[in-house]
């Protein structure tokens, strides 16, 4: 689970303690729990501005970044429910104001969680399910014009499925992770996810393999919901760097987001589609540029130009972040590496750090034609981390020169000690916990 930066417990630190105590398991999907909480709350799920629901494997968050920007750019107060954190659980809850979101403060969000802690009467619960009831609440409190949410793992059993009448469904691409729970097949995990779609509520999808597409269509046409994919009702591309929507209402041409990666274009594209299918939301052409280039979602191919770790790696060195953790994960953070070494060649270094229930080898197969240099680490205080020999075993059965350190720090002050003849490009990845340690102790959190 996410740590604070801070030793000292906080009375925010304290309830989230309690909570994390009340269910033996950190993942328990199911909806019943969710259903008794919400209706011990007087039904906020019910009380909401109108929801757009995002499942997916990859790109939700970035996708759900891009959707805030582009609304907020529109003069719209966007309430946004993410997971999981970085460094503070206050990420996960984003309250619309007409000058833009805000993180919700340690008193507003104590109190949220105090009141489902007290209707919740020390039944078991899963954190998860508790912090979604509270964000529930707060945005029942809170007035605004859309709410963003975002699934937290899989779709029909995610404690966020209890909304039903989203405004829209939104399917970002789909791939293997998470099978302990969703099952060992695309299809499977496919249905997993397409099980948010609603009766008649538009789905909007990126990009799927064959298998889970299939899956996706029927389950639109079963529930008789009008489809918007990728490839064929819309359509995204690169043209001279920027990036070009097209549709049946016309084409756009618009900047190139700044979210660093190929896969970004895709992730634009997608929150394009959903807003324009969406015929109460008005978004002018300002609005979309504004969004592309303003949106902002931090550990997705972050280049790091401030904070401690610069100087601890070899000067002059390039430091990116990136949370990615499963096998496409790494396949589109290794297409943005391949970019970046077309635009300015460097010798490049891996650092990184994985949940143990991760394909490791699937994962670091990505980069082994772009470095032959890991170094593995562990992710501090953070149960069910993957062991350190575990992780550079996989690194050295692709035929890569792998070394283990204790930590980030100490892996970037022995890169410091090697001759390069280029200061290296360093990129620290593998899981979204380690992601979130190393923001912390950069001192550059999520604001």
């Known amino acids: 689970m996410n740590v604070s930066p801070d030793s000292a417990k906080t009375p925010l630190d ?18 019943e729990r969710m259903h008794r909480l919400l209706e011990r709350l007087g039904h906020p799920e019910r009380k909401l501005p109108p929801v757009i629901h995002i499942a997916g494997t990859n790109g939700k968050g970035s996708t759900l970044a891009y959707l805030r920007a582009t609304l907020e750019a529109s003069g719209l107060r966007v309430h946004a429910y993410t997971s999981p954190y970085l460094v503070r659980i206050n990420e996960c809850f984003r309250l619309g104001r007409l000058s833009g979101g805000v993180l919700v403060g340690d008193d507003e969000l104590r109190a949220a969680l105090e009141e489902v802690e007290r209707v919740n009467a020390g039944e078991a619960a899963t954190l998860f399910e508790l912090k979604t009831a509270a964000a529930f609440l707060l945005f029942a409190q809170n007035p605004a014009d859309i709410v963003l949410l ?33 099952g060992d097949t695309l299809a499977s995990i496919a249905g997993e996810k397409a099980a948010i779609i609603k009766r008649g509520v538009p789905v909007i999808c990126a990009e799927q393999m064959p298998e889970a597409m299939a899956v996706i269509d029927a389950q639109a046409r079963r529930m008789h919901a009008p489809l918007f994919a990728a490839g064929e009702s819309w359509h995204v591309s690169v043209e001279r760097g920027r990036l070009v929507y097209s549709d049946d209402r016309g084409l756009m041409d618009l900047p190139a987001p700044r979210l660093f990666g190929r896969h970004q274009f895709a992730n634009a594209g997608l929150a394009i589609a959903t807003l324009r299918a969406l015929p109460t939301i008005k978004v002018n052409h300002a609005a979309f540029e504004a969004g592309i280039v303003g949106a902002d979602w931090p550990a997705r191919m972050q280049r790091l130009t401030s904070g401690e770790l610069l100087s601890w790696g070899p000067q002059g060195s390039e430091i990116w972040l990136d949370g990615g953790h499963n096998a496409d994960g790494g396949r589109v953070a290794a297409a943005a590496l ?25 994962f670091l197969a990505n980069f082994a034609g772009l470095t032959r240099h890991i170094i593995a680490v562990p992710i501090p205080d953070t149960e069910n981390a993957m062991p350190v020999d575990r992780l550079a075993d996989a690194a050295r059965s692709l035929g890569m020169r792998v070394e283990p350190a204790p930590g980030v720090e100490a892996a970037l002050r022995a890169l410091a000690h090697l001759a390069y003849e280029l200061p290296p490009r360093i990129l620290i990845t593998g899981s979204l916990y380690l992601a979130g340690h190393v923001l912390a102790i950069n001192g550059t959190p999520p604001a």
């Open 14 to 31: 304290e309830v989230i303690g309690r909570l994390s105590a009340l269910h033996q398991k950190r993942i328990d999907l199911g909806l």
């Open 338 to 362: 391949g970019d970046l070494e077309e635009r300015v060649s460097r010798p490049l270094v891996i650092i990184a750090g994985m949940m143990a229930n991760k394909d490791a080898h699937a």
């Open 150 to 182: 975002e699934v937290g793992l899989g779709g029909r059993l995610d404690s966020t499925n209890v909304v039903d009448a989203p405004a829209a469904s939104v399917i970002t691409p789909v791939s293997m992770d998470h099978m302990e729970f969703l």
